[in-house]
């Protein structure tokens, strides 16, 4: 019962399905941006199993120095000093970290460096970054983005192209589901003096950052789309632009923690979404 429970703990507490979505990311990536042969390569299975444990010891990481701000804001889904103990969270963070890191070099250079410069900018994230305002935001966006600008290091032949779109999407998805999730989080962030985007400007103007950044996410999709390389629109305004549409709509309705959570899932779904249309490139 013991093992079942421990086992229960570590998949909530590394966010098992966030885990698998950066794994079909990269799947998908090798296999319609790449090469769909290289998808049985035991190389991508490594470039994934690192990025991976470097991904899952971030949020072990981040969960272990937010405890108090999470019983606040999500009481229920504090795992640290209740499932598992602080020193049990903190060995698993540096066995996947260095796991992550070494694996990565295993395979080339250039990737255990960017596991390792990953792994340390999620530490500093979730020591420090993440309690400043935007700054967090951005750096989250950015390693996200890295999952699949990784992939050219291990395949040169990739079109980079390609890969610089998809890399960009990934970043802004983020982005704005990073500033909401702080919206969503206002209450315990500001007892613990975080200064996070909501808390410095306030709700209102943090919600016309997230409608440009918006607004700028479909500008550069139309004009990559118009001057770089086609896209497959209809897609992307079934599935992508109505979404993103309906998001900004129900943010300017939005007043509640409830609100602000759904929100935060919707920004998920429009990443799924995004990660499903490179089938259609």
């Known amino acids: 019962m013991q093992t079942a429970q421990l086992l229960t703990s570590l998949v909530r507490l590394t966010r098992f399905w966030n885990l698998a979505i950066i794994a079909v990311a990269q799947y998908f990536t090798v296999y319609f941006l790449v090469d769909s042969g290289l998808v049985t390569d035991w190389h991508l299975f490594i470039l994934s199993a690192s990025t991976v444990a470097i991904?899952?010891?971030g949020y072990i990481i981040n969960d272990?120095?937010?405890v108090k701000i999470d019983l606040i804001n999500k009481p229920q889904r504090v795992v640290i000093g209740q499932g598992i103990s602080r020193r049990y969270a903190l060995l698993m963070h540096s066995l996947l970290s260095i796991a992550g890191t070494g694996l990565g070099f295993l395979l080339k250079w250039e990737i255990g460096v960017t596991n390792f410069i990953s792994a340390f900018l999620l530490w500093w994230?979730?020591?420090s970054l993440k309690r400043q305002p935007f700054v967090g935001n951005l750096s989250i966006a950015f390693l996200t983005a890295l999952a699949i600008f990784v992939i050219p290091f291990q395949y040169p032949q990739a079109n980079i192209i390609h890969?610089?779109?998809y890399g960009m999407f990934a970043f802004f998805a983020t982005l704005l589901r990073e500033i909401i999730k702080d919206i969503e989080d206002l209450k315990g962030d500001n007892t613990f003096g975080c200064r996070t985007l909501p808390i410095v400007w306030g709700l209102r103007r943090t919600k016309n950052v997230i409608y440009l950044l918006s607004g700028a996410f479909v500008l550069l999709v139309l004009t990559i789309h118009l001057t770089v390389e086609p896209l497959p629109v209809r897609y992307f305004?079934?599935?992508l632009f109505a979404p993103l549409a309906w998001l900004v709509i129900a943010l300017v309705k939005a007043d509640t923690k409830r609100d602000f959570s759904r929100l935060s899932?919707?920004?998920?779904?429009?990443?799924?979404?995004?990660?499903f249309s490179m089938a259609l490139v």
């Open 55 to 57: 991904a899952a010891g």
């Open 125 to 127: 994230y979730s020591n």
């Open 64 to 66: 272990y120095y937010d």
């Open 163 to 165: 890969i610089l779109i």
């Open 237 to 239: 305004t079934v599935f």
């Open 265 to 275: 899932i919707v920004c998920k779904v429009i990443m799924l979404l995004g990660v």
